[in-house]
């Protein structure tokens, strides 16, 4: 487990618990993409991102409530604690609905995906040069006169914290490339 949010985790579970769920998890996320393309041996696109977040979700008096922002100041981790809280009582007071169950048993486990070599550890140039290479491979004849290849990855990292004592940790890496 990373426990890269776990101080974070901590403050939204007390916060929310304090102002009324029986039951309260939150989960961190962190997402970064990579894509490159190329077409006809020039290098027509490169693109980066990179996104992070939280959601949070209580349980009030059997309904549920949930809030998420991007901000990790301890002000806006009360805020959301408070609005998914909110937003729980409110939905509470719907009169014919189905109860939600509280989840008891605590699970504690970390995955990530199995890889000999990180994509992000790759240096750019590199593969720009595999790239331009598998391009350049498709032009097998005078009459070949367009080809591109492009590859992506993307790496998702998830932390899930819950107040019965629940923390996992995901690393999920997918990658591709391709030619035509």
Do not use: C
């Not at 989960?27 to 990179?50: A, K």
């Not at 729980?88 to 995906?113: C, F, L, N, Y």
């Amino acid at each position: 487990m990373t426990d890269r949010y776990a101080a974070h985790a901590a403050r939204v579970l007390d916060t929310a618990t304090k102002r009324g769920a029986a039951y309260v998890e939150v989960q961190f996320w962190t997402s970064e993409s990579e894509s490159i393309h190329v077409q006809s041996g020039v290098v027509r696109n490169v693109d980066s991102s990179r996104s992070l977040g939280y959601g949070v979700r209580a349980l009030v008096d059997g309904a549920w409530g949930f809030a998420g922002s991007d901000r990790f100041e301890d002000a806006e981790l009360d805020a959301a604690a408070q609005r998914a809280v909110s937003i729980a009582r409110a939905s509470a007071q719907i009169g014919r609905r189905v109860r939600a169950v509280m989840p008891t048993e605590k699970h504690v486990d970390s995955w990530s995906t199995p890889m000999t070599i990180d994509p992000k550890w790759i240096p750019l140039g590199k593969k720009i040069d595999y790239l331009l290479a598998a391009e350049k491979a498709l032009h097998v004849s005078k009459s070949v006169v367009f080809g591109y290849a492009f590859s992506w990855n993307e790496a998702r990292t998830k932390e899930f914290y819950s107040s019965n004592g629940s923390a996992i940790a995901q690393h999920l890496v997918q990658s591709g490339a391709g030619t035509g």
